[in-house]
């Protein structure tokens, strides 16, 4: 079983819908969530990280469970631009170094 | 603002050659990381420096090695290249006051025939 786990995607959506994505983690010992955002043949780009009770930064809002060890990312009114890949990304604690641990990704694609 | 540099960007080498892949990371981050990303995966760590020391170890093969200078850049050698090890090369920095926070450099596309 993979670590982190997402939704399989791809999600076709218009622009202006509101589209969530969900995560799942099996390390209880993570401290620390992230969304990447990936473009094809692109690197990964941190998104947003996401502590203790979850944060929103524009239109994208992202939750964390600890208890349900459950990550979600909301994207509302969704653009063009935001067609990509998106990773849901936990850290491994190990020795106090940062090792981040990838989901698979769920794709992305907004539609005019 | 500066961002992490990998060369080269793309890279073609044969079957049980050898190949250098550098990195440099953000200015004043300190911690640098490797990941292998093939096609239609996720990246997966390999291994990663602090301080010039290696701090952590992933699913690097025992015939590529690494090493973190002093200038804080990093270079990743890979020897006895095989056709399943064609793929994305991505180098990630990160600063010791935020350690979580990985930046990832433009990565460096690997070939092998």
């Known amino acids: 079983r993979k670590e982190v786990e997402q939704d399989p995607g791809p999600f076709n959506v218009p622009e202006g819908a509101t589209v969530a994505f969900n995560c799942t983690y099996s390390?209880?010992?993570?401290?620390?969530f992230f969304w990447y955002r990936q473009d094809c043949r692109k690197e990964p780009k941190l998104l947003m990280s996401v502590y203790s009770s979850g944060n929103e930064d524009g239109r994208f809002t992202a939750q964390l469970n600890r208890a349900s060890q459950y990550i979600s990312l909301l994207i509302r009114d969704s653009k063009l631009s935001d067609s990509a890949t998106y990773l849901c990304v936990v850290n491994e604690p190990n020795s106090g170094y940062s090792t981040l641990t990838f989901g698979k990704g769920t794709m992305l694609l907004v539609s005019p | 603002a500066a961002g992490v540099i990998q060369s080269p960007r793309h890279l073609i080498k044969e079957k049980r050659e050898t190949a250098t892949l550098k990195c440099y990371p953000i200015p004043r981050h300190d911690t640098v990381y490797w990941y292998q990303q093939g096609p239609g995966q996720d990246p997966q760590f390999l291994i990663s420096?602090?301080?010039?020391?290696?701090?952590d170890k992933g699913s690097i093969p025992d015939r590529f090695s690494a090493q973190q200078f002093s200038d804080y850049h990093s270079e990743l050698n890979m020897s006895s290249l095989e056709l399943g090890d064609s793929a994305l090369y991505f180098c990630a920095s990160s600063s010791e006051r935020q350690l979580d926070e990985q930046f990832f450099g433009p990565g460096t596309r690997l070939t092998v025939l």
């Open positions: 420096f602090y301080e010039k020391m290696q701090s």
């Open positions: 390390n209880s010992a993570s401290q620390s």
